[in-house]
C-alpha cells in the first residue's frame, strides 16, 4: 500500500505536523524495492486473478502481489507508473474523482493512459470522506458517494469498475466490539454490494496477512512507511515475503 510516490516538499520536511514524510516513498527508493520484489521472483496480479483464486481456485503466478496506490496523486503517473512499466509490474490505482484534474492529483487524459498500459483502477470515493460516518448521517449520501465515484471513472475511462478502497479505512478502522461500528459496516458493504462492487481494500489496521473469500470487502494491505531506507524496508517486509 502507496501514497506519495515523490520526494518530500521542503515545507513539509521543516513542518513536524506533516503527514507527508510517512506517505511519502521517494522514486529512487521505490525503484530499489520493485528491484526486491523482482529479485525475489514476484509477479503481479490484478484483483480478478485474485478473486479466481480466491473464489474458483483460478491459477496464479509464483508470488503474487499487487501494489496499491491510495489517493490519485500525479506522481502516480509521472513516477509510479514509469518505474512499475520499467519492472514490468502493473499495480492498482484508487481514484478519488472529485479531485480528478487538482493541483497535485492525476488528469482524465493521464489515468486513461497508464490504464491503457496496464494498470488498474478503483474508486475511493468521490471527495474522501470517512463512509462510515456519511452512513451514519445518511446512508443516500454514501450511496452516492459509492456509485457515482464509480460511474464518473467508468465514463472517463471506458472500463468497468469493481474495486473500491475505504478512505482512512473508515469503518473498518473503528472498535468493532461497538453496535454502532458493526452496523456502519454492515451497512456500507451493503452498499457496495448494490453499487455493483466486487471487493474493496482495507486501510491496514489488522496484524493479518491472509485473505480468504468469505471477506471480499475486507482485502487486507502491507502499508509501505514512507521516508525508509531499503534496508529498513527489506526488514519490514521480512515477515511477509519469501
Not at 109 to 135: C, F, K, Y
Request: charged share 15%; hydrophobic share 35%.
Amino acid at each position: 500500500m502507496y501514497h506519495y510516490i515523490s520526494e518530500v516538499p521542503a515545507q513539509d520536511k521543516a513542518n513536524p505536523y506533516s503527514y507527508r514524510s510517512g506517505l511519502s516513498v521517494s522514486p529512487t527508493i521505490f525503484s530499489q524495492q520493485m528491484d526486491y520484489f523482482k529479485e525475489l521472483g514476484y509477479h503481479t496480479i490484478t484483483f480478478n486473478q485474485l478473486f479466481s483464486a480466491l473464489y474458483y481456485d483460478g491459477p496464479l503466478p509464483s508470488k503474487p502481489i499487487i501494489f496499491s496506490f491510495d489517493d490519485g496523486y500525479v506522481d502516480a503517473y509521472t513516477n509510479a507508473f514509469p518505474i512499475l512499466r520499467a519492472h514490468g509490474y502493473s499495480g492498482m490505482f484508487y481514484i478519488i474523482t472529485g479531485k480528478v484534474g487538482w493541483a497535485g492529483q492525476a488528469s482524465w487524459p493521464q489515468l486513461s493512459e497508464m490504464l491503457a498500459n496496464g494498470m488498474q483502477m478503483g474508486s475511493h470515493t468521490i471527495d474522501h470522506r470517512a463512509l462510515g460516518d456519511v452512513w451514519q448521517l445518511s446512508p443516500d449520501d454514501a450511496r452516492h458517494e459509492l456509485a457515482q465515484s464509480r460511474q464518473d471513472l467508468e465514463s472517463h475511462l471506458q472500463t468497468v469498475i469493481q474495486q473500491f478502497c475505504y478512505p482512512a479505512g473508515d469503518p473498518l478502522n473503528k472498535n468493532q466490539n461497538l453496535p454502532s461500528a458493526q452496523a456502519q459496516v454492515q451497512g456500507v458493504m451493503a452498499l457496495l454490494n448494490k453499487t455493483g462492487y466486487v471487493g474493496a481494500t482495507n486501510d491496514p489496521r489488522v496484524p493479518s496477512i491472509s485473505q480468504d473469500s468469505s471477506t471480499p470487502y475486507i482485502i487486507h494491505r502491507i502499508r509501505v512507511i514512507g521516508s525508509e531506507t531499503l534496508q529498513s524496508f527489506k526488514d519490514e517486509m521480512a515477515p511477509f515475503v519469501s
